[in-house]
C-alpha cells in the first residue's frame, strides 16, 4: 500500500520503487514506529480527534501486530514501500476503516523522526550496560594487579615503571568518558518531534506534550523545520561511537603488541584467538584485529553522515533516508566488538615476570636517579646530565642502572651513597608516587576506591 497515490496516474518504475524503498533496513523500527503510533491515537482520542473507541481499536490493533511479529506469526512484507506503510496497512486490514484515522494529523516526516529517535534513545539504552561491564572487567583487573609492575611507554620506547592497574586504568578512564558522553547525546536528543507534520505543524489540536510525556521525552521539540530535517544527534552519536572504537582500537594494538614473542606479556584465551592453516605454531590475536579493523567502518559511518547532510536545505529531503543504514551497521558493530573485547580482556592471563623484567631493563630508573640526585642538592639539570653519563657507561657495558658498582657510580658524581640501590629498584620508583592519578599504592588504593563507587 502506497500513502501517495492519490495524485500519481501512472505506475512508479520497478525500479525506481525498489530504489526508494526503506523496508528492507527500516524494519527495524517496528517496535519502535508501533510505540509511536499507539501514542499519536491515544493523544487523537484524548483530543477528540478521532472517536475513543476508534482509538481503542487502534491501540488494540496494533499491540496484536507487535505481539504477532515479536512471536514471529507476522512476518513483515518486504514488497512494502516501508515500515510505516506496512504497520498501517497491516492494521487497516485488521480493525478496517478505524486503521485509516491512524495518520490523522501526522506525516511520514515526523513519524520517521520520532521512529529514529526512539531507535537512538533504546540504542543507547542497551549500550551503556555494555561498556559498564567492560568498566567492571578492568576494574577488576586493576584491583588484581597493584603490584604487577611493568614499563610505561612513550613512543614506544621504555620510559618509566608503572603497575598494571595504573596502565589499565587509562582505558577505565577512556571508557568513563565515553560512557559520559553517551549520557550526553541521549539528554539534549530526547525531545519529541511527533506533532511537527511534513514541515509546517498541522491544524488539528495536538497536544504534543501529552504525546511527549507519554513516549518519555523530556518534551516536544520547538521547531517544526528542525524537527523533521535534524539528524545532528545521529552525528553526535556517531562520532561518539567513533571514539569508543578509537579507544577499543588503541587497547587492541596493545594487546597485540604485547601478545607478541617480543614481549610475552599475556597470553590470550583459546577461545579468543585463532591459528595459521599453514603454521602450525601460531596463535593469532585475531579479534584484537578485528575490533582495531572495524574501527575504520564506524569512522565511514560518521563521514558518510557528515557528507551526506552538509549541503541540504530545509525542511526534510530525502537524502535523509541514508542515516538508517550506516548508523545501523556502526551500532552493531561497536556493540559486538565491545561484548568481544571484553571477553578476550576477562580471560587474558597476564606474565607478570616477563613484565617485571621489562621494566627492569630500558633504564626506566633513570628518572628516578635523577631524583635521588636532587634529594642530594643537585640541581635537577646537573642530575640529569649526571645520569644521562651513567646510561651512557651501562649501554657500553651492556649492564642495567642497578648492576653498577657504587665506585662506578662515585666515579661518575662522588654525591652517589650505597643508598642509591634502594632509590632505584622498580618497587621504589613506583611506590614513591603518590600523587593523584600516579602509579604509587596509596594513590591507586583512593582511585579504586572511587571506581568502585562509581561502578
Not at 482509538?55 to 501486530?65: R, W, Y
Not at 541540504?312 to 530525502?318: F, G, Q, R
Not at 565491545?338 to 607478570?352: I, P, S, V
Not at 658498582?405 to 662522588?414: L, Q, T
Request: proline residues 3%; charged residues 25%; aromatic residues 10%.
Amino acid at each position: 500500500m502506497k500513502l501517495w497515490g492519490g495524485r500519481f496516474t501512472g505506475e512508479t518504475n520497478e525500479q525506481v520503487y525498489q530504489f526508494n524503498a526503506s523496508i528492507g533496513f527500516d524494519k527495524r523500527f517496528f517496535e519502535q514506529d508501533i510505540r509511536g503510533s499507539i501514542a499519536h491515537a491515544g493523544m487523537l482520542a484524548k483530543q477528540g480527534i478521532i472517536t475513543a473507541e476508534e482509538g481503542q481499536a487502534i491501540k488494540n490493533g496494533l499491540d496484536s501486530i507487535l505481539e504477532d511479529i515479536k512471536q514471529g506469526r507476522l512476518a513483515i512484507d518486504e514488497t512494502a514501500e516501508d515500515i510505516h506503510s506496512f504497520v498501517e496497512a497491516e492494521l487497516t486490514s485488521r480493525i478496517g476503516e478505524a486503521g485509516k484515522k491512524l495518520h490523522t494529523g501526522r506525516s511520514r516526516n515526523d513519524q520517521v523522526a520520532l521512529d529514529m529517535r526512539l531507535y537512538t534513545r533504546d540504542y543507547i539504552d542497551s549500550l551503556d550496560p555494555v561498556i559498564r561491564k567492560l568498566l567492571g572487567t578492568l576494574y577488576r583487573i586493576m584491583s588484581e594487579n597493584t603490584q604487577t609492575y611493568m614499563p610505561g611507554f612513550t613512543h614506544l620506547q621504555k620510559a618509566q615503571p608503572v603497575t598494571l592497574a595504573h596502565h589499565l586504568g587509562a582505558y577505565f578512564e577512556m571508557f568513563r568518558r565515553d560512557r559520559s558522553r553517551l549520557a550526553d547525546i541521549r539528554k539534549r536528543m530526547n525531545y519529541c518531534p511527533l506533532g511537527s507534520g511534513a514541515l509546517a505543524g498541522t491544524t488539528y489540536p495536538l497536544d504534543r506534550e501529552y504525546t511527549a510525556e507519554v513516549l518519555g521525552f523530556d518534551g516536544p521539540t520547538l521547531n517544526s523545520m528542525d524537527s523533521v530535517s535534524d539528524r545532528d544527534y545521529i552525528i553526535e552519536l556517531l562520532s561518539a561511537l567513533a571514539t569508543i572504537m578509537m579507544h577499543l582500537s588503541r587497547f587492541s594494538e596493545e594487546i597485540i603488541i604485547w601478545n607478541t614473542n617480543e614481549y610475552r606479556f599475556i597470553e590470550i584465551d583459546d577461545a579468543y584467538s585463532t591459528g595459521s592453516s599453514i603454521m602450525p605454531q601460531k596463535k593469532n590475536p585475531d579479534i584484537a584485529e578485528l575490533v582495531r579493523g572495524k574501527t575504520g567502518r564506524v569512522y565511514g559511518a560518521l563521514m558518510s553522515m557528515l557528507t551526506s547532510l552538509k549541503g541540504l536545505p530545509l525542511a526534510y529531503n530525502k537524502d535523509m533516508q541514508e542515516d538508517k543504514e550506516v548508523f545501523f551497521d556502526a551500532s552493531d558493530t561497536v556493540i559486538s566488538c565491545l561484548e568481544l573485547f571484553d571477553g578476550m580482556l576477562a580471560t587474558l592471563r597476564f606474565n607478570k615476570e616477563n613484565m617485571l623484567k621489562s621494566a627492569a631493563g630500558g633504564f626506566t630508573n633513570a628518572t628516578d636517579a635523577a631524583d635521588y640526585l636532587v634529594g642530594k642538592g643537585v640541581p635537577f639539570r646537573d642530575a640529569h646530565t649526571i645520569v644521562g653519563k651513567l646510561v651512557l657507561f651501562c649501554l657500553k657495558r651492556n649492564i642495567a642502572l642497578d648492576e653498577m658498582s657504587i665506585e662506578d657510580y662515585k666515579a661518575i658524581s662522588p654525591v652517589f651513597e650505597p643508598d642509591v640501590y634502594d632509590a632505584i629498584s622498580i618497587r621504589s620508583c613506583v611506590e614513591r608516587r603518590n600523587t593523584i592519578g600516579a602509579p604509587g599504592p596509596e594513590a591507586m588504593k583512593k582511585i579504586l576506591e572511587e571506581y568502585r563507587k562509581y561502578l
